[in-house]
């Protein structure tokens, strides 16, 4: 079975740039998440969602951060307009969920750069 | 707060045992998870602990007492590709995952 999938893997930007990272969770999993990394900071939530609805958005650092996911098989993580300080490796992760999620299994991760 | 602790590193020699322990404070319990992550690459799901006691699954186990807030990580007969980030999750009453800072183990040959 395939996994999470994310695209880009790598990205440079220049600041001020827009960046869109994609994400298409496990077939049949109903939460997707996404996290932010970085040596200082560690694994962050940013958002998540439930049967395609966000229920929580409380880790989206600022306004210059938007998710959407639009179908079951479809997130997007938009920054615009990207700073320096966003770069990070953004992950995507997906579970099953019967009263809340389960195991969260993880994309391979996008290395976002801002210059 | 929520809080997770575990130790920043460990070092460890081929062949021997290592145990990484966990502490936690958290809202509510719905289990604890443990996460290997190598260096460059995604975090990979390990083991789940819900009930006290331990459970093993090949080189790897881990155990839980909800009563201690406490969890460890054993890792037997250690290979050079044991060497990894190890990170320590909990859930809590609203089902949202609060993650350690993770431990790194050097593994010396």
């Known amino acids: 079975d395939a996994g999470v999938i994310q695209s880009p893997r790598h990205e440079v930007t220049e600041m001020g740039q827009e960046v869109t990272l994609r994400c298409k969770p496990i077939?049949?999993?109903?939460?997707l998440f996404w996290y932010r990394q970085t040596m200082m900071r560690g694994l962050e939530l940013l958002i998540y969602?439930?049967?395609?609805?966000?229920?929580?958005d409380s880790g989206m650092p600022e306004d210059r951060f938007s998710a959407k996911m639009p179908n079951a098989s479809f997130s997007t993580l938009k920054i615009q307009p990207s700073e320096p300080r966003d770069s990070a490796v953004y992950f995507c992760?997906?579970?099953?969920?019967?009263?809340?999620?389960?195991?969260?299994?993880f994309g391979p991760g996008t290395r976002l750069t801002v210059l | 707060g929520q809080n997770i602790d575990q130790p920043t590193e460990m070092t460890a020699t081929e062949g021997a045992i290592v145990q990484i322990n966990c502490t936690y404070q958290?809202?509510?319990?719905?289990?604890l998870f443990w996460y290997q992550q190598h260096a460059g690459e995604a975090p990979t799901f390990l083991s789940y602990?819900?009930l006290d006691g331990l459970e093993e699954k090949g080189r790897f186990s881990s155990f839980l007492s909800r009563s201690k807030g406490y969890s460890y990580l054993l890792l037997k007969e250690l290979q050079m590709k044991d060497s990894a980030s190890y990170l320590c999750?909990?859930?809590?009453?609203?089902?949202?995952?609060?993650w350690g800072a993770g431990t790194k183990l050097i593994i010396k040959p």
């Open positions: 958290t809202s509510g319990f719905n289990g």
């Open positions: 077939s049949g999993h109903d939460y």
């Open positions: 999750a909990v859930m809590d009453s609203n089902y949202q995952l609060i």
């Open positions: 602990n819900v």
């Open positions: 992760a997906s579970s099953f969920g019967r009263e809340g999620p389960d195991t969260q299994y």
């Open positions: 969602f439930n049967n395609n609805v966000p229920i929580d």
